[in-house]
């Protein structure tokens, strides 16, 4: 089975741009989460969805948004950026038992100058 | 607040002996613990679970310790070898609130595994 894609996988924005990041799950897989890892804060839930639904959401503000699609493709937004949401964005699947173990793809780099 | 802690960032071994990665928690409802590694310009790598039902799991090099009293976990690799040179993170989960899909991560060990 392939893994876990994300594209782009280097991105550059400016500050008030808005970037929308994607994520492909491994086939079968119906969960999707997204983590944001900085050096300062390490990994840091963003928030998930099964089923086209947000199940869990992490302590971001509003600007953060995702959604997920029939094909359980997920895609995260950050509107208006920052000069700290310069960072490492992953994402990771799984069937969606609470149990599973969470799979990751490469990740965004994403820069915001 | 950090929920998970990694106090030491970085770790020094030499090759073929034995590697203890130590993680700390807070929150008494996590139940399911991992440790995942990283290498740069990729993702994290599974490498071992624990329920909060056990106290000990093995796979092959690597086994992880759960001392739930002390809310103290450990993950050893024996034999160390050079290509487990990565950054180690531990993470846990509240499974019994439905969903393992929030893992709260540690901030990482980085390990340097010496030939």
């Known amino acids: 089975k392939a893994g876990v894609t994300q594209t782009p996988r280097y991105l550059i924005k400016t500050r008030g741009q808005q970037v929308t990041l994607s994520c492909s799950p491994i086939?079968?897989?119906?969960?999707v989460s997204w983590y944001q890892q900085t050096p300062g804060q390490g990994l840091q839930f963003l928030f998930e969805?099964?089923?086209?639904?947000?199940?869990n959401k992490g302590n971001f503000p509003g600007r953060f948004s995702g959604r997920q699609f029939s094909n359980s493709r997920s895609e995260m937004n950050v509107s208006t950026l920052e000069l700290g949401d310069s960072a490492l964005y992953l994402c990771?699947?799984?069937?969606?038992?609470?149990?599973?173990?969470?799979?990751f793809g490469p990740g965004t780099r994403l820069t915001v100058l | 607040d950090q929920q998970v802690k990694q106090n030491s960032p970085s770790l020094s071994v030499q090759e073929g002996r034995i590697s203890i990665l130590n993680c700390d928690y807070t929150?008494?409802?996590?139940?399911?613990f991992l440790w995942y590694k990283k290498y740069p310009a990729e993702g994290p790598t599974f490498l071992i679970s624990?329920?909060?039902?056990?106290d000990k799991n093995e796979d092959g090099r690597f086994t992880v310790f759960l001392n739930k009293s002390a809310k103290h976990l450990s993950l050893h690799i024996v034999p160390s070898q050079p290509g487990d040179s990565a950054v180690y993170f531990c993470?846990?989960?509240?499974?019994?609130?439905?969903?393992?899909?929030?893992?709260?991560f540690g901030k990482g060990t980085k390990l340097s595994v010496k030939p």
């Open positions: 086939s079968g897989h119906r969960s």
């Open positions: 993470a846990a989960s509240a499974v019994g609130g439905g969903s393992q899909g929030n893992l709260i």
């Open positions: 969805y099964f089923s086209e639904t947000q199940r």
């Open positions: 929150n008494s409802m996590f139940d399911y």
């Open positions: 624990i329920s909060s039902i056990k």
């Open positions: 990771a699947s799984t069937p969606g038992v609470s149990t599973d173990t969470q799979y």
